[in-house]
Structure formats: structure tokens, C-alpha cells
């Protein structure tokens, strides 16, 4: 068997061989108190200095100067020194591997959406683990991914009656979203949206070529997968080159306020695109990474064959450009954004980093600070309340949201970078601190080395 078959072959069985944690897990029922923290609790841009977070069942039961500490409770103590902030979210991965939850869980990365194409094993029996705290990681979710033809190797419905199978065996099966896809007929698009409102599921995704953004918006899609969707779509009637006027562009962020579609922010996965576009160099500097080691042998294997640094032609970096413009101005105007990375799909993006990488090209195209932490926190939060039947509130620090926080050394409203190593982690009030979280790291990354065939 050639050497890449059998590293694939490994990998498939990943979700199942993967070893369990040394010991115990954190006990989750207890009551944790972290004592003089800096909350940042993001529903609006303040810090609560010195304050007492009370967390009970997983969920935040009080937050205040004067809250008193009940007996036995585990005490974490933020020295006056510490902040205290949402979980992120990643609205937009492509991991289905245990593995790839502790990457998030050392990020600061509380919740994932997997976006299409997960292994049937990691939906099944891997995400309800997760969820259930069985085994450490983010809160997991995945969309099925519906397409109309199979040029992109997806599953594919050809009539009405089909989508709406589809519809069906997703639920079943334990997904949260429709993700649609480039070639879906505009009957079975029709279908599907009418069978997935009915059954609760969301639908996300692409631009459909045969329906158009706005008329899958108008039809009730909620979220866009991606910010360059636009320039294949809606901006795309003047030819593959030339990019929208101003005022077009105003429009068109008008009125996606008005309808209010999220948008999900992945300004770095174009970045990294253009970064590595015909340039192999770029792409073994992704490899030599130290967060590169962090990757499952099948994903390096994935990367080594990108075609993207072998890929050339013009307007990439105009398009780059273009869009991180594009997203400063549906910011501006309101759109809700959301973040999402495509990791690791994408040479360089690896699973929990690309997050940190994400929020700091938010940051360098304009967008506050605080506007960029929004896209992993309050916004996430917010698109689930509104769209996602029985949902536990999520993404702010406030009584009554679940327990999923990072505590850092420093203010991530001064300097987002302060979220990269967090000085513990909790998910469903779960506490994870940074020494077992390393430790997480490093058997995870001992056990890929040994694996990789040299
Ligand atoms: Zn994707």
C-alpha cells in the first residue's frame, strides 16, 4: 500500500483509536469562583474591575464585587491581575478529529461549527462526547453539506424530493445546520430551505449559482460561509476582474443589515489564500510551523498537496484587499459578523491558532478591538439565540450564560494577542488550567510525530 494510503487509512480510524485522557476529567458539578478577575463581559465595551464570578452547574450563577463564595468551592484567584472573557467560537472548521478539539481548547476556543464533510464518526459518536464533556474540547456542532451536482465531491440532491430527504436524514443524524452548496438546482434549494425551516435546522452557506444571495436570503438563509461568496455573486455582474462601486457596495451592506444576514468574517483563510498563492516557499514556511506539529499526519499529508501555492494568475491580492474593505464596511453599517477560519482546510490555518490569526486581520482592517472579539463572542452567541431552537446562551459573560470562559494575563481589549495562551480555560464549567492544557498539548503532539512515517 503506498505510503499516503496508509497514513489516510490511520486516519479514518482516528476518532476511534484516539487514546482516552490520562485520570479524571475536571469535575464539572462543583462550584468554581474566580475571585478578583477583570470580567470583560462583552455585551457592551467595559471591564468590571476586581470582581467575583460564581459559577455553578456550568453555568454562570453570579457575577458582582460583593458576591460571597460558598464553602468548598474551588477557588481560582485572578490576583487583581487577570481577565476574564468569553470562550471564542469558530463558526466555520472543517476538523472532525479528537485531536483537533485540544488544539481548540488550548486556544481559548469553546465551540465549533464544522462546516461540511465531517467524518460520519466524529458527528456521531466524537461531537455528543464532546458536548457531553466526555471528552475535552469545545461545544460541537456540524452542518450537512447539500450540493446539486457532484463537481465538488459532495453529497448532491438532484430533485425537491431528495432535498427534502436530505433534510431529514441530517436531523436524524445529529447535524445543526444545512450548509448549501454552489450547484443546487433553484427547486431543490426552494425545497430544502421549506423542509429545514420546518425541522428547526438553520441553513448557512455558499451562493447558489442558479438562486443568488439575495434571493437565498430572501428565502430565509441565514448566514453566509464566507465574505468572498459576494465577489462570486451579488458582485460579480461586472466581470471576474473588475470589483463593485462604492456605492454598490454600500447597498448591498444596507441591506443585509436590514435583513439582518450574518456574514461570517474569514478575513485571514483569503489572506492565507493570497499569501501562498504560487508560492511553495510560503507553503513549506506553513509545514515548518511549530503549530503545524499540532496537525493529524492525514492533515499535513492534505497540506504538502494544496494546490494553491502551485496555482497562479492575477487579482488575488486585489481581491484581498477588496474584501478586508468589504468587511470594515458591512461592520460599519451593522451586518452582524461572525468569525471563521475554514481551518485547516487551508494551508497555514491550523485549528484554534487561525482563530487568534483571524481576530488580529479584523483588527488590522479597522475594526475595533472590541469589534473583533465580537465576531468569536457576542455575535456567535447572538446568531444562536435567534436561529437555533433550544440553545443555552453563549458568548458573553453574564448570569445565566454557560460557563465557557478564558482567563488571561492581560486585557484582550488592549491587545487581542493576550487570548493566544490563556492562563486556563472553562467549557461548560469544566476549568482547564494552562499546565494541563500544555500538557494536553504536548502528548497530542508526541503522539503525531510518532506517527508520521519518516
Ligand atoms: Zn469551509
Redesign the pocket.
Known sequence: MPRRLIVLCLAMLWPIAHSEPQGDLPSASGTVAFVRVNVVPMDRERILGNTTVLVRNGRIEAIGRSVSVPTGARIIDGLGKAYLSPGLTDL???SDTRGDLTNYLANGVTRIVN???ARPGFVARVRPRANRGEIPGPQVDAAFIVDGSPRYAHLFVETPEQARAAVGIAKTNGYRFI?VYNDLSAEAFAALVREARGQGLPVVGHGVTSVGLERQIEAGQSLI??AEEFLYTVFDETGPDALPSDAKIKRTAAWLRQQGTYVTADLS?YATIAAQWGRPDVLASYLDAPEAHMLTPEQRVAWENSGYAKRTGPGIEDNRRFLADFIKTLNDSGVPLVM?T?AP?IPGLVPGFAVHDNLRALHDAGLTRYQSLSTATTQPGAFFRQHVPDIEPFGTVEVGSRADLVLSAGNPLEDLSRLREPQGVMVSGRWYPAEELRAMSRALMDEYAGSVPR
Open positions: 466555520h472548521v472543517h462546516m461540511g464533510d450548509k460561509a464566507h483563510t471563521g475554514d482546510s
